[in-house]
Each structure stands twice: as structure tokens, then as C-alpha cells.
């Protein structure tokens, strides 16, 4: 087998989801590629993994020292969403409902993993919060055992800020789900926060 | 959204099989590498495209003018194993079962989408057979449409050559395969050709 593809394959193989089979496919791939676009699309992941930050106030993925949506002055500026990760930036960014700001925890606490509430950017949403200006700060964490924990944690730590109007995104039975697939602990939820239809 | 992320995700996005969820989960992943490591996946990536070359004798991916396997003076140089791509002479070599030559086409005859014979190297394949010393060539094309295509034609082009003797790879049921899952053609072509058990 040729070196060079043997060197491309196992690079590849690195990458979440990739093995061997999955590699030697994108190197075929990109042996089709024009070798222009292939030295762009090695150019981008360099420049990417070398140039980026993270927003010194949300901790969003940033080209700057502050991030576009914390220092676009039309966004509502006493609401903040916190997630987990910069994906979940982008799916609610993708909804165009949300006009607040963010803050993104870097992750979720697990003792299994190692990960304590030190490894999260927790103080910087203090911090900011300490600052003022903040009136809701939404928590937008997901349900999973480690989410719960995070939430529980968080909420210790918020409940000190007087005045400040926490909130977590509603959970319940979502669009285009069938009843039959969903687990009972949704089913649960959903049933004892029922709204009367208006 | 920020650029650099914005540019890697819409860069991965490129590859087969790699939508902008997947590009922006794996965009998050190469952060988390550390940056040599990085480095040196784009740079094998680079070094892949730009140097890789095609085997002058079998068409196979090759560092070199001539592949390490037409070199390899062991192999046994009167077999040829004729395959429809680079992939499929890495399958047949990780069995160790052949020690033979290979053929590598490039593809299949497809009118669909614009592959005729001439897009295929199977003119490099006649002239290796018509150098001498090929004494067997084993088709091992893929049981599509094409590939029989490909199969009927290769045959009407390689029975010229006179004493050249031209086999086919065997079809049957797979090693754990189910019969309950298993098309009809297959089961009858495996009926026709039963074995009787010594």
C-alpha cells in the first residue's frame, strides 16, 4: 500500500466517526478534488484550528476577542441563554426567535468524565452577571443526567443574584415526534405541564 | 457566526458523506487536537494529493512509477487480478490469500453517467497480456449492471489473446449471510453452482 495513502488514511482515521473503511473513501475523494480546492480546504482547517478564540465574555467560538452577537449593540442585552456547546449557539441562532446574548458552558459536569463545575465556564457567567444589566438568564442545558446535574449546580449558584429571573427552555413531546417512540419521562413531563388549548 | 468556523465547516462540508452538522461536530473535534497533530493531518492530506501518483503498470495508487506490488519480484507475475477500484486491491491484500498481480480499471462502462470503455484503463491491461508472461487474469467486477457491463466487455476485448486463461471471482452467499435476507439471483446462481461436500 502506498505510503502516502497509508499516511492520509491513518491521519483521517483520526477524525470522530472516521475508520479506516470511511478514510479511504475521503482520500479517493479528494483525490478527485482539484488540487485547488483541496489545498484550500487544508488551508481553512489550519487557519481555523491556529486563529481561533473563544468570546473573552461568552465563551463562543470568535475570530475576535469579542464575538459578533456580544458586541451587536441591537441584541437584547439583559438576556442571556446559557448552553453547553457552540452548536447549540447555532441551533437556536438557526430558530431567528432569540434576540439575547449567550453563554456557552464548554460542557456539562460529570464526575465520570472528570469534568467539574471548575472546568465550565461558570465564573464568567457570574461575572458577568455580578457586572449588571442581566434581568433573565435562560438555561438552555439538556436532560441528561450530567445536564440535570449542571442545572442543579447552576441554579445554586444564580439563586444569590436578587431580582434575577431564572428560566429553563420547556420541555415536552417535540414537533413531528410520535408519541409511541418517545421515552415515559417526556410523556410524563408533558402531561403534567399540559396547556389548555386557547 | 464566526468566519474561520463558518469557512472550515463549509470546507468539510465538501466531503462525501459530511453534511454541515457532521463538518461543524468534527470543525469542534480538530480543536480539541492539539495543533501539530493538526498539522499534520493537513499536511499528509496536501502532500497526498500533490505527490500521489498512478502505477504506470496496474494503475494502482503508487509513490513511485511503479506500485511496491508490480516491483515485488515474489509475487507471482503470470496471475492479474483484475479490480474496479483502489479500494478492492486493499480488500483482496488484507485476506493474504493472493500473490498474484493486480489491474486497477478506474471504474465501470456506465452510458448513465458518461464511463466508456476508453475512460477505463483496460487498453494498459491488453498491452501488459500482450508483453507475454500473463498467463491467468481473474475478474473480480463488481455484480451491478455495469459491472457486468464492464464483465462483457472485458471478455470480448481479453479472449483474443489465445491461451490466456480468464476466470471469475466466485459468487454465493457470503460467510454470515442470512438466505432469509439474500436477493433471488444470488440464491439461484448459488443453487446452480452447489458444491458437493467431500
Known amino acids: 500500500m502506498s505510503k502516502l495513502l497509508q499516511d492520509v488514511v491513518g491521519e483521517l482515521s483520526l477524525l470522530p466517526g472516521v475508520g479506516k473503511r470511511t478514510a479511504l473513501r475521503l482520500a479517493m475523494h479528494i483525490l478527485r478534488m482539484e488540487p485547488e480546492a483541496v489545498a484550500e480546504m487544508t488551508r481553512s ?8 478564540k473563544y468570546c473573552a465574555r461568552c ?3 470568535s475570530d475576535e476577542e469579542v464575538c459578533p452577537i456580544c458586541a451587536d449593540q441591537e441584541r437584547d442585552r439583559a ?14 441562532e438557526n430558530t ?3 434576540k439575547g446574548l449567550y453563554h456557552v458552558l464548554g460542557g456539562v459536569i460529570s464526575p ?17 452577571i455580578a457586572q449588571g444589566g442581566i434581568k ?4 438552555a442545558i439538556s436532560t441528561s443526567v450530567e445536564g440535570e446535574t449542571t442545572l442543579f449546580y447552576l441554579m445554586s449558584r ?3 443574584y436578587s431580582g434575577l429571573k431564572i428560566t429553563s427552555i420547556a420541555r415536552g413531546i417535540g414537533f413531528g415526534d410520535e408519541l409511541e417512540y418517545v ?3 417526556t410523556i410524563t413531563h408533558a402531561l403534567l405541564n399540559r396547556r389548555e388549548i386557547e
Open 158 to 160: 444564580l439563586r444569590h
Open 112 to 128: 465520570m468524565q472528570g469534568i467539574a463545575p471548575s472546568d465550565l465556564k461558570i465564573d464568567l457567567l457570574c461575572d458577568r
Open 45 to 52: 482547517i489550519d487557519r481555523f484550528r491556529g486563529q481561533i
Open 59 to 61: 465563551n463562543n467560538l
Open 96 to 98: 431567528h426567535q432569540y
Open 136 to 139: 433573565e438568564v435562560i438555561l
Open 183 to 185: 421515552d415515559e419521562l
Open 79 to 92: 438576556t442571556v441563554c446559557v448552553v453547553e456547546q457552540v452548536a447549540d449557539v447555532l441551533s437556536i
